[in-house]
């Protein structure tokens, strides 16, 4: 394990457990979706706010761990090799701990190919469409007197939500019985669409009976119920 103060990040946020994985991120759908998994693993590691409010995240510190300015990102001071590895993009954390921990990804290599394949669904689709609709629909895009923009957003994820809804059909999971990765990355966009973004009613969210069950399971776990508020907001 190396030193940590190597790293510019610690510098604006200091390692008070150092051998543990440093976590930067807020309780977004994207930020919450790697808690969650550390919640769910067992793995040990401690979490540091990243303050949109101030603007932490153009930081040069935080950007020296994330050019791309988004959360979430982690340190993780027992990387491949015995090495730290610094790793940003929530999808690419995921694989990294599945791998890491042996946990919540299918050993054998369909499977794990197939659960990569949602998560990537949900990275190129759910995410950056539920999105769209949550500002046009929540924040600035709601005073657009031109709801075009607002309607294409609410179509595709209806369509999206389709797609999962026949996907969960008589599975329990995206992956049928077994809890994965893919649950992970999903389901706090899904929660976030209805709850937070107010949407239910837009996108037809009763017409989806199966993407509801498997939602009011995925909130029920108790590290979900955890992770979804880690960590705190200041």
Do not use: C
Request: hydrophobic share 40%; proline share 9%; net charge negative.
């Amino acid at each position: 394990m190396s030193d940590l103060s190597d790293f510019p990040i610690t510098a604006k946020w200091p390692a008070q457990h150092p051998e543990r994985l440093q976590l930067y991120s807020l309780p977004t759908p994207n930020g919450v979706k790697v808690s969650i998994m550390l919640e769910e693993t067992g793995l040990p590691y401690e979490v540091h706010l990243v303050s949109f409010d101030k603007n932490d995240q153009m930081s040069p510190e935080f950007l020296s761990l994330n050019p791309n300015n988004k959360i979430p990102a982690i340190l993780d001071p027992n990387g491949p090799d015995g090495q730290p590895l610094p790793l940003f993009e929530s999808g690419a954390i995921l694989l990294y701990l599945a791998d890491k921990t042996g946990q919540l990804l299918p050993k054998d290599a369909a499977g794990r190919y197939e659960t990569i394949q949602w998560v990537m669904f949900q990275m190129g689709g759910i995410g950056p469409m539920f999105g769209q609709v949550g500002f046009f629909h929540k924040f600035a895009g709601k005073e657009y007197e031109d709801k075009r923009p607002r309607d294409r957003y609410i179509n595709e994820s209806k369509r999206l939500l389709g797609v999962l809804e026949q996907r969960l059909q008589g599975r329990e999971w995206i992956m049928g019985d077994q809890y994965t990765i893919a649950d992970i990355a999903t389901f706090p966009w899904v929660r976030n669409l209805v709850n937070y973004y107010g949407a239910g009613e837009l996108v037809g969210f009763d017409n989806f009976p199966n993407v509801q069950r498997v939602l009011a399971k995925f909130v029920e776990r108790p590290a979900v119920a955890r992770g979804l508020n880690i960590p705190a907001r200041g």
